[in-house]
């Protein structure tokens, strides 16, 4: 973090003295705001000795997903922006009318959420639906836990499990081609409905691999914003640089989708896919990258982040091949969310020994 | 309030079985995805809870304390398979939408559960009317479950389409998942309502 701050402050040193810069310096400034307002550090033990909160946390991940947003615009079109917008709108209502009702501050934490949940579902998706997907997310994944910080649950893969069981048809079937070439989606609202399928759904039901390539760049059908393994794992590098998101998380669910996929593909050649594509198709990426990784559900010691991330990936290569639905991502990240309070709680008697509970 | 006012309201609200004493759940959660499954669940509730009651505040005196479990279980089966019967006879679209739930009321804890603590111990009148309370409170929370799951499930309300044929089904309404969302949502709202007191 401290590399940024200060290649930062030279920026601001440099455009300061150039008044012909014009607006540059206001824009430095205004960089430097999100990334690093407010200066407070805090007051009660433990001292930390970086000032980072819940604000300056929650607009770090949002700067970590602007690539794979802007490539969920040139892909599906403008389309993509409003049904951001109107997730941050209806998720936004929700979660200031509990504040309120609780009298509580408002929390940053919903911007994260209000951005991942639209990225998550496929392009077709109806607003209205995507409206009922994040106020349910809010409210049921975070709100009667008692807000932002107490939730077992991903509030955004709630909201998309919710929609899953609740419009099947138009969560699972309306998968479009994303365009390319040119301007692409830059200069249409929308796509006209050619239904396809997703590369893990090709291959769950007719067997077929579609190229690393397309996989790789993101020329394939998915939902918003998982299609580019490329954007986002320059995404993700973004945050495990400046230390936001753990680099043990996705390493091991990563690596245990490769090394689990490759032993499956030996067993089961006809349902487990081979690793690579299993890495790059589908929602891996960005559930490793973005999902997993949220320090409010993800397990908070570093043992229990192996663990964590050992039993994600074989969750996911399980659901892939084995069950019903082609990805097993969402499923996998919401069920392991429900052990990582036991998976501490093992690192932590296995290091200090029986922790004395504060209750009887 | 008078003493029969206040048992009657105790059963609607204050010891709701499902969104305050949290029984008989199995049905609850069973039978809620149409509006006409709760309003018969509830009646035949309300007819078995009434009649066994009075029957057990005018012989509980005499019944040993340790056969009263099975003379109790033997009274309300003899009430349930009137129900049972009736409902074959003259509603079998409905009796076979209920299946087996028809025939689980004899299990219901709710209605063991009253006659055990209330009816054995008071009068007949009293029985009566705190059976008709807690079996108004049950078809209330019945009643509420099954207008939300149908709503939103179908896009109607005793089979009538009310929401336009537009309206695209939430399909897990009417599945064991809107059961139990919906179950939460009502008892997070009546507790907000009137909070229980910590004792």
Redesign the interface.
């Known amino acids: 973090m401290n590399w940024l701050k200060e290649s930062l402050n030279d920026l601001s040193d440099f455009t300061a003295g150039r008044p012909y810069l014009g607006y540059a310096t206001e824009v430095v400034d205004t960089i430097e705001a999100i990334i690093f307002a407010p200066t407070e550090r805090s007051q009660e033990r433990p001292f930390l000795r970086d000032f980072i909160d819940v604000k300056r946390y929650m607009a770090l991940v949002v700067i970590g997903i602007v690539p794979a947003t802007l490539a969920s615009i040139y892909f599906y079109g403008w389309r993509a922006l409003a049904m951001i917008l109107v997730s941050y709108v209806a998720g936004g209502i929700a979660e200031v009318g509990f504040t309120l009702a609780r009298k509580e501050e408002i929390t940053e934490g919903f911007l994260v959420t209000g951005i991942l949940f639209p990225l998550i579902l496929p392009p077709t998706t109806p607003l209205w639906i995507v409206a009922v997907g994040i106020i349910v997310g809010v409210i049921l994944g975070k709100e009667v836990f008692g807000g932002t910080g107490y939730n077992i649950f991903n509030p955004a893969l709630v909201g998309r499990v919710f929609l899953t069981v609740t419009f099947p048809v138009a969560m699972s079937s309306n998968w479009v081609e994303p365009l390319t070439g040119g301007w692409a989606g830059l200069t249409k609202y929308g796509i006209d409905t050619v239904t396809s399928a997703t590369p893990l759904g090709q291959f769950a039901n007719e067997g077929t691999l579609v190229g690393l390539k397309e996989v790789f760049l993101g020329t394939i059908p998915g939902s918003l914003g998982e299609s580019s393994a490329l954007l986002l794992i320059i995404g993700g590098l973004f945050l495990i640089v400046t230390k936001i998101a753990d680099w043990r998380i996705p390493l091991s669910y990563l690596g245990s989708v490769m090394a689990f996929s490759y032993l499956g593909t030996f067993l089961w050649p006809n349902q487990v896919a081979p690793p690579v594509f299993q890495l790059l198709a589908g929602g891996l990426l960005f559930g490793a990258l973005f999902m997993a990784t949220d320090p409010v559900t993800a397990p908070t010691t570093k043992g229990a982040k192996w663990v964590y991330g050992l039993f994600l990936g074989v969750m996911t290569v399980s659901i892939r091949a084995f069950s019903g639905y082609p990805e097993g991502v969402m499923f996998s990240i919401l069920l392991i969310n429900m052990f990582s309070p036991l998976m501490d709680d093992m690192v932590m008697t296995h290091r200090y020994g029986p922790v004395q509970k504060p209750y009887k | 309030m008078n003493n029969t006012t206040e048992i009657f309201v105790n059963g609607l609200w204050r010891d709701n079985p499902v969104f305050r004493q949290i029984l008989g759940l199995c049905i609850t959660l069973a039978i809620t995805n149409r509006v006409v499954n709760g309003v018969t669940m509830g009646v035949a509730v309300f007819f078995v809870l009434v009649a066994s009651s009075f029957i057990v505040s005018v012989i509980g005196e005499y019944v040993p304390r340790r056969v009263r479990i099975p003379v109790y279980m033997l009274i309300i089966a003899t009430f349930v398979t009137l129900v049972y019967m009736f409902l074959r006879a003259y509603f079998t679209g409905l009796s076979q939408a209920l299946g087996a739930y028809v025939g689980l009321i004899i299990t219901n804890c709710i209605i063991l559960g009253r006659l055990e603590s209330f009816s054995s111990e008071n009068g007949p009148w009293e029985s009566v009317v705190d059976a008709a309370g807690i079996s108004a409170g049950f078809a209330a929370a019945l009643i509420a479950m099954s207008v939300v799951r149908e709503l939103l499930g179908f896009g109607t309300l005793f089979g009538i389409n009310v929401l336009g044929s537009g309206w ?1 089904p ?4 009417i ?1 064991a ?1 809107g059961g139990f ?1 919906v179950l ?1 949502l009502l008892v ?1 709202i009546e507790r907000s309502i009137s909070p229980v007191e910590e004792g």
């Not at chain 2, 939430?170 to 309404?173: A, E, K, L, P, Y």
Request: aromatic share 20%; net charge neutral; proline share 10%.
């Open positions: 695209t939430w399909v897990s309404m599945l998942p969302l939460g997070w």
